[in-house]
């Protein structure tokens, strides 16, 4: 491969975030945060363990041996997921991308990295809670309190919604449509995509509730779910979402040992998704109903499970044994034990 400027590199780093991501692409913020600590990521496994100064750094250490040694440091030594790995991975395939689009004379160094495999990723089963553990979960908070009604709130609405935690606190009081039927909220997700929710009519009483006591002046740019703050109130951040579930979960898993420990926000999405499927939604339905683009990202859910596995049994399997005799008759049960 032909030598290049080791300035070079910076600028072109600098160009595919400000640039190519953001305005090219239109990537949401946390995206382009994604691809930049992945970036980093690489770049700092060749200064710290490849002993490289950052001054040095040009586009000729983008290697596939250097790469598939940062591949195996992350596996082996960070011990992060094979699926952590695999986004590392394909973020360096974008940033490469994009150099030999820029530069034809990259070709080479992107083809070479292009055909490095994924790292084998087994599919475990969905976690989930149960109907059960879901209910003991939205018991929890106290509703004799303030902060307990607004927890509740913030509870049914991420399961009704299936909302990601960051859509959750961006969410507005203009988002809501409660008086329209049926009642929608706006979210916003990743890429500033938006989609219509539909509300359960328990969840828009709950709303309604919560409304009177958190916006009785309805003011439309206000979060929908805020701490009082000394300027007022703000919106709540993604880290207070975590650690209401955390102590939430904690104090739920004292009632229902089907709470998982170390409760997190993404597994009430990952519940209401679920519960969607078992209950008969189309896999492309809910994938829509979370914001993706298609079925694949969550083509794992359609993983059968022991209870859909256990209907399907009970549905298919023929007759042919019958149904256990419960025998009661003293004189039966002796001549039957040989008695």
Known sequence: MAKTKKAELWRLVTDFFNVYLKDIRRMSKGTVET????LYSFIAYMCEQRNVEASLLSMDYFTRDNVMEFLAYLNLVKSLSPATCNLRLSILKSFLRYCADEYVLLYAAYQSIRN???ARNDQ???EYLSEKALKALLLAPDPNTRLGRRDCMILIFMYDTGCRVQELVDVRFDSLHLEVSPSY?????KGNKTRLIPL?????AHLNAYIHMFHPAKEPKRPLFYAMKSNGPSKLSTDAISALLKKYGEKASKTCVEIPPGLYPHLLRKTRAMHLYLNGMPLENVAKFLG???SSSIAHYATANLTMLTAAVDKANPDVVGTSKNWKDPQILKRLMGL
Request: hydrophobic share 35%.
């Open 35 to 38: 691809y930049r600590y992945g």
């Open 185 to 189: 909220a706006v979210l916003t997700g």
């Open 200 to 204: 359960m009519e328990k969840t828009v």
């Open 116 to 118: 490095i495999p994924k």
């Open 292 to 294: 993706h683009a298609d």
């Open 124 to 126: 475990k089963p969905v």
